[in-house]
């Protein structure tokens, strides 16, 4: 045999690794181990226990909580209920010195100026969202944007002062002669504006509540045009289309349930506001049709009557009045749903 065959062969079983499976040994199970093993996996099922049980905990307070308002509501309500029936919802007079009461004027009141707020912020808000996410130049863009969020926690009492001392004898002095001089000559509408030009009164609650729901409108509807595709506005703008059909043919489409969900948000606000709505609506029990004349709404008789009613139907009575209160919301907060819901089903079709 050739010496240098025979060298290397020698090296090569030398060098040979070494068989893995022949050398392992079989793991062998011991009953600490076992043990160990068995505790890891109870101490991970009990705190997997204990983190279900805690957000169930708090998930269920919420119902609760939802749930004690309205039997509270109902339980002290139930007076006035029983004495006035469901004449209570459509009786003009608000009577505490006859211990006579009726929900009407406060329910006109909480919807008109709900709804003029509604018909005046909306457009603005959408405007001021539009001009952020599609026209507002860069250095501007987050200086703006900032603004409106801070308007959104300015409490409601500062918009409440500024709307009694500053706004209403702006409005009286120079809005209200014009509206009457021109909406107010026209037949239909006219007694809407037409009445004493005091600056306070439905009109003037409703422009204050619709200032302070904007930047909330706003913000929403800000987020939600900004999540469209860049892809999609892009693919419009190369074929041709304006700013405009932009927004009108693909951002609005796009983003139309979240639009609609800003617009419910900030009609929820408009519905349960009190401090901003007290000062300027005049705080008087009558029912008009002109928009100039003082009135009230729901959360202002509350704030206003519920420290100083002394007798157990005045106090049922403003009990009855926040119970209505919750049912408008629940309703409007219910058909919003709804809305949206029938809205997902639709897309794609047509």
């Given at each position: 045999m050739n010496p240098s065959v025979d060298r290397i062969s020698r090296v090569t079983h030398v060098n040979k690794p070494p068989n893995k499976q022949a050398n392992e040994r079989p793991k062998i199970i011991t009953a600490n181990s076992l043990m160990h093993s068995l505790h890891s996996y109870s101490l991970h099922k009990l705190g997997d226990f204990i983190f279900h049980k805690v957000t169930f905990l708090f998930a269920l307070s919420v119902l609760v909580v939802l749930l004690g308002i309205v039997v509270s509501l109902s339980f002290n309500a139930w007076p006035a209920l029983h004495e006035f029936g469901a004449a209570f919802i459509t009786t003009v007079e608000w009577d505490p010195v006859n211990d006579h009461y009726g929900a009407l004027i406060a329910i006109v009141g909480t919807l008109t100026t709900s709804l003029i707020a509604l018909l005046i912020a909306v457009p603005v808000s959408f405007g001021i969202a539009i001009f952020l996410t599609e026209i507002c130049p860069g250095w501007l863009k987050r200086p703006l944007g900032t603004a409106v969020e801070l308007l959104a926690g300015v409490p409601s009492i500062i918009y409440g002062m500024w709307g009694l001392f500053?706004?209403?004898?702006l409005f009286a002095e120079y809005i209200q002669p014009v509206l009457a001089a021109t909406l107010g000559e026209l037949p239909a509408i006219g007694k809407?504006?037409?009445?004493?030009?005091?600056?306070?009164?439905?009109l003037s609650?409703?422009?204050i509540l619709a200032i302070m729901i904007i930047p909330f409108i706003a913000s929403v509807m800000r987020d939600v045009f900004e999540v469209v595709p860049p892809i999609l506005k892009e693919s419009a703008y190369g074929l041709g289309c304006t700013k405009w059909e932009v927004v009108k043919r693909v951002v609005l489409p796009y983003t139309k349930i979240g639009v609609v969900g800003g617009v419910?948000?900030?009609l929820g606000r408009a519905l349960g506001e009190t401090m901003a709505i007290t000062f300027v609506i005049g705080n008087a029990n009558h029912l008009s049709w002109s928009l100039f004349a003082a009135g009230n709404s729901i959360a202002s008789t509350l704030a206003n009557e519920f420290a100083e009613s002394d007798t157990p139907l005045h106090i049922s009575s403003l009990y009855a009045l926040g119970l209505i209160l919750f049912v408008i919301t629940l309703i409007v907060l219910s058909a919003a749903k709804l809305m949206l819901l029938g809205m997902r089903k639709n897309e794609g079709k047509g």
């Open positions: 500053i706004f209403a004898p809407l504006f037409q009445g004493p030009m005091i600056g306070i009164g439905i609650a409703g422009i419910m948000l900030g």
